[in-house]
């Protein structure tokens, strides 16, 4: 039996196993064909983020928490309407790409007008760095599991599974100690505020954390890569671009903590 396990939550061991082991279809999922699905997820999302940051310009700061709150019941919504139905996907991707990219779209802004406040400047704005700083290590771990740099072995899948529940437990912990003013270093941002030392703690942290996300790339490369060659259907190219866009959202949120952190940094006040 093909082993198909993988950290992200999304691409599910029981689904993709069950998949490789299905009757035959009439057609079957390719790489070009998730590649395509998740350009148009990742420009969903992208205009998403527009949209989002547009809406709170129109309608104030009230906005925020409506779209913060929509955002995590559409995904939770997408998440277990996909529990085995890949099919569900070509509305369910769509749906979580425009809804993330808003709220990543109104932490930019929120963040941007922070720096705004303390007449600190940003080349491009945060939100143009993380999406370059996104692109570039998406480029870079392909070409690194292309050219057989990395190639995910068990101990690797599972040491990867593991930081990634803790990095979630670690987020839980945050949200929850967040209304008590408390800020876990590299995973709240109220460390960037105090300078010194907990700022440069704070920069090597989200700098680690960036690199767990992007190590989930080549992960879940490898894992769409051995499901494709099992002839599963073409239902899956949705579901995969879904599986994909989780990681993206990951490390484009990481992205744009670091590049705020950074340029807090330069603040000589």
């Given at each position: 039996m093909l082993e198909l396990r993988s950290s992200n939550p999304v691409i599910a061991d029981d689904q993709?196993?069950?998949?490789?082991?299905?009757r035959p279809v009439a057609q079957v999922a390719t790489i070009p064909g998730i590649v395509q699905k998740t350009a148009i997820a990742a420009s969903l999302a992208v205009a998403g983020g527009f949209g989002g940051a547009a809406l709170v310009r129109a309608m104030g700061p009230g906005a925020v928490w409506g779209i913060f709150i929509g955002s995590v019941v559409v995904s939770?919504?997408?998440?277990?309407?996909?529990?085995?139905?890949?099919?569900?996907?070509?509305?369910?991707?769509?749906?979580?790409?425009v809804a993330q990219g808003a709220?990543?779209?109104?932490m930019a802004l929120l963040l941007n007008e922070v720096l705004a406040s303390r007449d600190i400047k940003v080349l491009g704005g945060l939100g143009v760095q993380a999406f370059v700083i996104t692109m570039a290590v998406t480029a870079g771990m392909l070409i690194a599991y292309r050219a057989g740099l990395i190639r995910p072995n068990g101990t690797f899948r599972a040491v990867m599974g593991t930081l990634v529940i803790g990095l979630g437990i670690a987020y839980l912990a945050q949200f929850v100690l967040g209304f008590f003013g408390i800020s876990i270093p590299g995973i709240g941002l109220q460390d960037a505020f105090q300078g010194g030392k907990s700022a440069m703690i704070g920069i090597g942290i989200n700098a680690v954390i960036l690199l767990i996300?992007?190590?989930?790339?080549?992960?879940?490369?490898?894992?769409?890569?051995?499901a494709v060659a099992t002839r599963v259907g073409k239902e899956y190219e949705w579901y995969f671009a879904y599986g994909l866009m989780v990681t993206l959202v990951w490390i484009y949120m990481e992205a744009l903590k670091l590049a705020f952190r950074m340029a807090m940094s330069n603040d000589r006040r």
């Open positions: 993709l196993v069950a998949a490789s082991h299905a939770l919504v997408t998440f277990f309407a996909l529990w085995r139905k890949p099919e569900r996907a070509a509305w369910a991707a769509p749906l979580y790409s709220t990543l779209g109104v996300a992007s190590l989930m790339l080549v992960i879940d490369f490898q894992r769409i890569e051995e």
